[in-house]
């Protein structure tokens, strides 16, 4: 049973920086201490980049009135409790990416912990808490397939640019088309066996093995606040007694690595989304200051909207092919996500049962 170390309630938002870039130039810095709203110059407004804090919610212009491809209110940052910064996309048709490559569309909201970097059109918003060293990002809110609702398809739009030929482009061979079709079989396999396979959760985890390749793999429970793991898989290996778990590790990183799946965790009870950690800031160099473990998770809802799981993913720094900063992927992250949203609620949690009235 894990009881995460942070409480929310208890913390202020920690100080930030936020910077605006255009042109590969810093055009304006703020202290970011309350929500602020980033948009496109009004009628009545000084021109970019210009910053009011004189309203109850001050606003940061970063384009002229004439940037259509920016909105006048196009995305609300709001500092919180531990270093997490709220993004809300406050724009009715205009796209935010957050790195590394989130889309938060229009009407949406993510979190992100550590550094965060935005990007609409030609503006780089970067916001910098200044007592955060690690990175976590939230990447939406999945829904499960175990959901009448979901089983019904949206229609196609008829959008060749949206195509899987289109979007992987004409140099994905032959032998990347097999591998792609593998990870497919795997998944499609996997979904088909839910309902009827007792080795289900196993065979999520192998799925988690086949086609991302993380270190460790594991599913996790949660009954109010408290998660408890239930399986994990490792060098091929399902191991469902967490003493048997935490020998995977040195008994110096066992500590630490508690702590962090106790953070995500928490963060995913809390925000219901998948999330993205990176145990150190994500930079290209120097090589020393990669992150040297990366976890994702992703949430298990069942039909009340409640937590009552998660799927999770561990890779350490240092192995083989992964001179990359980034050591899990947004790729990545979302086939996770992809495979949580087929696990049956009710493999992990009993089925929610009216209690009965007390009587005399």
Same mark, same amino acid.
């Given at each position: 049973?894990?009881?995460?170390?942070? !409480?929310?309630?208890?913390?202020?938002?920690?100080?930030?920086?936020?910077?605006?870039?255009?042109?590969?130039? *810093?055009? $304006?810095?703020?202290?970011?201490?309350?929500?602020?709203?980033?948009? *496109?110059? #009004?009628?009545?407004? =000084?021109?970019?980049?210009?910053?009011?804090?004189?309203?109850?919610?001050?606003? $940061?212009?970063?384009?002229?009135?004439? @940037?259509?491809?920016?909105?006048?209110?196009?995305?609300?940052?709001?500092?919180?409790?531990?270093?997490? %910064?709220?993004?809300?996309?406050?724009?009715? !048709?205009?796209?935010?990416?957050?790195?590394?490559? #989130?889309?938060?569309?229009?009407?949406? /909201?993510?979190?992100?912990?550590?550094?965060?970097?935005?990007?609409?059109?030609?503006?780089?918003?970067?916001?910098?808490?200044?007592?955060?060293?690690?990175?976590?990002?939230?990447?939406?809110?999945?829904?499960?397939?175990?959901?009448?609702?979901?089983?019904?398809?949206?229609?196609?739009?008829?959008?060749?640019?949206?195509?899987?030929?289109?979007?992987?482009?004409? =140099?994905?061979?032959?032998?990347?088309?097999?591998?792609?079709?593998?990870?497919?079989?795997?998944?499609a396999k996997l979904f088909y066996s839910a309902s009827t396979n007792p080795r289900f959760l196993e065979d999520a985890l192998h799925a988690i093995?086949?086609?991302?390749?993380?270190?460790?793999?594991?599913?996790? =429970?949660?009954?109010?606040?408290?998660?408890?793991?239930?399986?994990?898989?490792?060098?091929?290996?399902?191991?469902?007694?967490?003493?048997?778990?935490?020998?995977?590790?040195?008994?110096? %990183?066992? /500590?630490?690595?508690?702590?962090?799946?106790?953070?995500?965790?928490?963060?995913?009870?809390?925000? *219901?989304q998948t999330v993205l950690y990176h145990s150190a800031p994500i930079a290209?160099?120097?090589?020393?200051?990669?992150?040297?473990?990366?976890?994702?998770?992703?949430?298990?809802? !069942?039909?009340?909207?409640?937590?009552?799981?998660?799927?999770?993913? $561990? *890779?350490?720094?240092?192995?083989?092919?992964?001179?990359?900063?980034?050591?899990?992927?947004?790729?990545?992250?979302? $086939?996770?996500?992809?495979?949580?949203?087929? %696990?049956?609620?009710?493999? %992990?949690?009993?089925? @929610?049962?009216?209690?009965?009235?007390?009587?005399?």
């Amino acid at each position: 049973m894990i009881d995460s170390p942070f !409480n929310p309630h208890e913390s202020s938002p920690v100080a930030a920086e936020l910077s605006v870039y255009s042109g590969g130039q *810093r055009r $304006l810095v703020v202290p970011l201490v309350s929500a602020v709203e980033v948009g *496109r110059q #009004r009628r009545t407004e =000084s021109v970019p980049f210009y910053y009011n804090d004189q309203n109850s919610i001050p606003r $940061l212009v970063v384009a002229d009135r004439y @940037e259509t491809q920016i909105s006048r209110s196009h995305v609300t940052v709001s500092p919180l409790p531990g270093g997490e %910064i709220l993004l809300q996309n406050t724009s009715r !048709n205009c796209r935010i990416t957050v790195e590394p490559g #989130r889309e938060l569309l229009p009407g949406k /909201t993510c979190f992100v912990r550590g550094v965060a970097r935005l990007h609409m059109q030609h503006v780089t918003i970067v916001v910098e808490p200044s007592e955060v060293t690690e990175r976590m990002i939230s990447l939406g809110t999945p829904r499960p397939l175990s959901q009448s609702s979901s089983q019904v398809f949206d229609r196609g739009s008829g959008d060749q640019g949206t195509s899987l030929v289109a979007t992987l482009g004409s =140099s994905f061979d032959a032998e990347q088309g097999d591998q792609l079709m593998m990870w497919l079989r795997t998944i499609a396999k996997l979904f088909y066996s839910a309902s009827t396979n007792p080795r289900f959760l196993e065979d999520a985890l192998h799925a988690i093995d086949d086609v991302i390749g993380l270190e460790i793999a594991m599913i996790w =429970s949660r009954v109010d606040s408290d998660w408890q793991l239930t399986c994990s898989l490792s060098c091929g290996d399902v191991q469902t007694s967490p003493a048997d778990f935490a020998a995977e590790f040195d008994e110096n %990183i066992r /500590t630490e690595l508690a702590n962090d799946f106790a953070h995500v965790l928490d963060r995913i009870g809390r925000w *219901r989304q998948t999330v993205l950690y990176h145990s150190a800031p994500i930079a290209v160099e120097p090589p020393s200051k990669s992150p040297h473990h990366a976890i994702v998770a992703s949430p298990i809802i !069942n039909p009340q909207t409640r937590v009552v799981g998660a799927l999770m993913g $561990l *890779r350490r720094g240092g192995q083989p092919r992964r001179d990359r900063s980034e050591l899990i992927t947004r790729l990545e992250a979302s $086939l996770v996500e992809l495979i949580a949203s087929g %696990i049956r609620f009710d493999w %992990i949690a009993p089925a @929610e049962e009216s209690v009965p009235p007390k009587t005399d």
